[in-house]
């Protein structure tokens, strides 16, 4: 699973998506973490990394 790191959401407009909006949520590990756990998966391990201009969060785990 790889979500944008951070708060809250943004609303993003660039060329390569034909200058359409799209949105984005954020999400902190914690936050995820939870959110997963609630619905029955095991986190196997997380971590954050950058790509341009982003942060993901990227998490790999299981369903229980």
């Known amino acids: 699973l ?12 660039r060329s390569y998506y034909n200058n359409e909006p799209r949105t ?6 914690k936050e995820m ?4 756990e609630e619905t029955g998966f095991e986190v196997i391990t997380s971590e954050v990394n950058e790509s341009g201009d982003s942060r ?5 785990c299981r369903k229980l």
């Open 56 to 60: 993901w969060l990227e998490i790999f």
């Open 2 to 13: 790889a979500v944008k790191e951070g708060e809250g959401e943004k609303e993003i407009k």
């Open 24 to 29: 984005f949520i954020y999400f902190k590990e």
């Open 33 to 36: 973490r939870k959110y997963l």
